[in-house]
């Protein structure tokens, strides 16, 4: 089937694995399309019915209906046992492992691109929406634009200290010149960054995004970007 599954946890009862590796293209297939992975997500969780699935996504049974074969055929769902009715007995499943795991370099290029690049995109949009609805609300700054070196430029909020102090938003794009170590060190502190206010359960959702690459050596994306 492709799949190799690891030791379990010690504390598991049911001796659910903890992490499965995948091999299988199928199943490869499936996990890189994020329609799937919506109806595959319930099954990572707990063990559920085609039913239960489905209202956890809130999505229709059908539809349910039609991925769960699917995941089951490539090994990533298995059946592990029913639920006994009147009439047909409802079948109940989850996935082989908590954690399902794909080797970078077996995720076909074409594939990877439109996961991570419909991912990253959907997160985009929300996050300029929300920041084009809270830049729009404050009337008390504007936009400056400057030189940046010989021939570039740079375009940011214009504002008083004061006024800084009391935006809970911000937003910032930017060419860095860094050593190998400056760049190790800057990811170690956004990843710290995020995991000190992760898990925390305020009133409102605020979407970060935060990140650092290396410039391309191929700007395939962007070969046309001036």
Same mark, same amino acid.
Request: hydrophobic share 40%; glycine share 8%; charged share 25%.
């Given at each position: 089937?492709?799949?190799?599954? @690891?030791?379990?946890s010690?504390?598991?009862?049911?001796?659910?694995? =903890?992490? @499965?590796?995948i091999?299988?293209? *199928?199943?490869?297939?499936?996990?890189?399309?994020?329609?799937?992975?919506?109806?595959?997500?319930?099954f990572l969780?707990?063990?559920?019915?085609?039913?239960? @699935? *489905?209202?956890?996504?809130?999505?229709?049974?059908?539809?349910?209906?039609?991925?769960?074969?699917?995941?089951?055929? +490539?090994?990533?769902?298995?059946?592990?046992?029913?639920?006994?009715? &009147?009439?047909?007995?409802?079948?109940?499943?989850?996935?082989? &492992?908590?954690?399902?795991?794909?080797?970078?370099?077996?995720?076909?290029? =074409?594939?990877?691109?439109? %996961?991570?690049? +419909?991912?990253? !995109?959907?997160?985009?949009?929300?996050?300029?929406?929300?920041?084009?609805?809270?830049?729009?609300?404050?009337?008390?700054?504007? !936009?400056?634009? @400057?030189?940046?070196?010989?021939?570039?430029?740079?375009?940011?909020?214009?504002?008083? =200290?004061a006024? /800084?102090?009391?935006?809970?938003?911000?937003?910032?794009?930017? %060419? !860095?010149? !860094?050593?190998?170590? =400056?760049?190790?060190?800057?990811?170690?502190?956004?990843?710290?960054?995020?995991?000190?206010?992760?898990?925390?359960?305020?009133? /409102?959702?605020?979407?970060?995004?935060?990140?650092? *690459?290396?410039?391309? +050596?191929?700007?395939?994306?962007?070969?046309?970007?001036?």
């Amino acid at each position: 089937m492709g799949v190799l599954t @690891a030791a379990t946890s010690s504390t598991d009862d049911d001796g659910w694995p =903890d992490r @499965a590796d995948i091999h299988d293209p *199928a199943a490869i297939a499936l996990l890189t399309d994020l329609r799937g992975v919506t109806f595959l997500s319930p099954f990572l969780a707990s063990t559920h019915t085609l039913t239960s @699935a *489905a209202r956890t996504v809130e999505r229709p049974v059908s539809s349910m209906a039609h991925w769960v074969p699917r995941f089951v055929d +490539t090994g990533l769902v298995e059946r592990v046992g029913e639920i006994r009715r &009147a009439g047909a007995p409802m079948p109940r499943y989850r996935a082989v &492992a908590r954690k399902l795991v794909v080797p970078f370099e077996m995720i076909p290029f =074409d594939a990877r691109v439109r %996961m991570l690049d +419909t991912g990253r !995109l959907h997160l985009l949009r929300r996050f300029m929406d929300g920041m084009d609805e809270a830049v729009a609300s404050s009337r008390s700054f504007g !936009l400056s634009f @400057a030189a940046y070196g010989e021939r570039g430029s740079v375009i940011d909020l214009e504002e008083t =200290d004061a006024e /800084r102090a009391l935006r809970s938003y911000t937003d910032g794009w930017m %060419m !860095l010149e !860094l050593t190998e170590e =400056d760049a190790l060190a800057c990811s170690r502190e956004l990843e710290s960054l995020v995991e000190r206010y992760r898990g925390r359960q305020g009133p /409102r959702t605020y979407i970060f995004h935060g990140g650092i *690459a290396p410039d391309p +050596t191929f700007r395939w994306r962007s070969a046309n970007d001036r």
